[in-house]
């Protein structure tokens, strides 16, 4: 059964950080183009970070760029978000994805396979 199963959100200070964990089951994720995307109540799914599948190369939102890192553990078929300096309108439901589409990040919704989400929550 494919599936993807992300961990790690929850309530943070602005200026903390927290680590998100997207771990594959059922494939492998290095076939694949993979990435977060994240979701305001409201609005459309937004790519922040993805990684392509052909070369490694990453892309990010402007508005996480110098803050979030993502990598991917091919040993673990785990993909992480490393998030530093989180501001309030970092808030969201965050999703990982897995797709053939190597822009990824560029749609709002790309086919493939998403996981349930984790609400991160950045507030005093």
């Known amino acids: 059964q494919v599936q993807l199963v992300e961990s790690g959100g929850g309530l943070v200070q602005p200026g903390g950080s927290l680590r998100l964990s997207c771990t594959a089951s059922?494939?492998?994720?290095?076939?694949?183009?993979v990435g977060w995307f994240r979701q305001v109540e409201g609005k459309e799914h937004k790519g922040v970070a993805c990684?392509?599948?052909?070369?490694?190369?990453?892309y990010y939102d402007d508005s996480v760029k110098g803050r979030f890192t993502v990598s991917r553990d091919n040993a673990k078929n785990t993909l992480y978000l490393e998030m530093i300096s989180l501001k309030p309108e970092d808030t969201a439901v965050y999703y990982c994805?897995?797709?053939?589409?190597?822009?990824?990040?560029?749609?709002?919704?790309?086919?493939?396979?998403w996981g349930p989400g984790t609400q991160v929550t950045v507030s005093s």
């Open positions: 994805a897995a797709s053939s589409i190597q822009d990824m990040c560029l749609q709002s919704f790309p086919a493939g396979s």
């Open positions: 059922g494939f492998t994720l290095d076939d694949y183009a």
């Open positions: 990684l392509t599948r052909n070369d490694g190369s990453t």
